[in-house]
């Protein structure tokens, strides 16, 4: 059972529903202890003062902002207290904005907000939202505060519940003002052909497809140390070669994907290897022992698998 992370009401003009907030994403990366090398005990983090050389504890800690001038204003906890925001249990809903007025980059963490307790008139107001934001197409504008800090936020209906994601202000998004643009527009062949490979590899998207290869291989790493083995790295990966005639690797590339789209010579054991990651193919070719097989491309691990 899901542990909500945040309890309170979401206000609505003269409505408050009881909500409680829960994380729409879970983390899946394998996390490490630090351990000393030499003994194999346990790594720990203490602070120190730089001046004295004695460990400080956590009460004794203070704060310090550095100036553009070099030098250092000092904050205390009752300074950060007085800025601190009024500690709150609602979201408030300040506005309602067309989804596609803001640009995906402005959203940060996805939650879902459930509603809470049993009564028929919250549940009723929670609903009543749900259905008005899916007809309208809108998505709610609000503010709160979650562990004292206060967060600009986008309510939105996901899988027929509210979903609340958190937003950065506008001036945390860097402008592309000094990003290099690549300098002029391609020839019309060029695009012409970059276009036709690009629909050559189109296909329609299932997030279930795409898996993260390097955790994959992290936990075969683990589980072939649990039983003993020796883990050997991979020779180094060749860097690619810079493309000496652009129109060439485009042609080449649109006919490889075009020979892959249509399986010929690309099937092994019922499997489309060309359907396949880099990353994956490169997962069978260690389990298939395929000499040089970091330095392959793509296509040359397709080859290789396929042979074999």
Known sequence: MARSLWTGSLSFGLVNVPVALFSAVRDQDLHFHQLHEK????????????????????????????????????????????????????????????????????????????????????????????????????????????????????????????????????????SADGIDTGGKKPAKAQLDQAVALVEALAADWDPSAWKDCYRKRLEDVIARKRKGRKISAPEPAREPAPVPDLMAALERSLAEATKGASGSGRRSAGDDLADLSREELYERAQQADVPGRSSMSKDELVDALGSG
């Open 39 to 174: 003994d194999g005990a346990r790594i720990e983090t203490r602070r120190f003062c730089a001046e004295e050389d004695k460990e400080v504890p956590l009460d004794a800690i203070g704060h310090a902002y550095d100036l553009d001038d070099g030098k250092t204003v000092v904050v205390t906890d009752e300074d950060l207290e007085a800025v601190a925001p009024r500690k709150t249990r609602t979201i408030d809903i300040e506005a309602f904005v067309d989804a596609d007025e803001i640009d995906p980059i402005a959203f940060d963490h996805p939650y879902f907000l459930a509603p809470t307790g049993d009564a028929e008139g919250p549940r009723r107001a929670y609903q009543l939202l749900v259905e008005v934001m899916e007809q309208t197409g809108r998505l709610a504008i609000g503010r709160f505060v979650m562990r004292a800090k206060e967060y600009l936020v986008a309510i939105e209906v996901r899988d027929e519940r509210l979903a609340l994601t958190t937003m950065r202000f506008a001036d945390e998004v860097r």
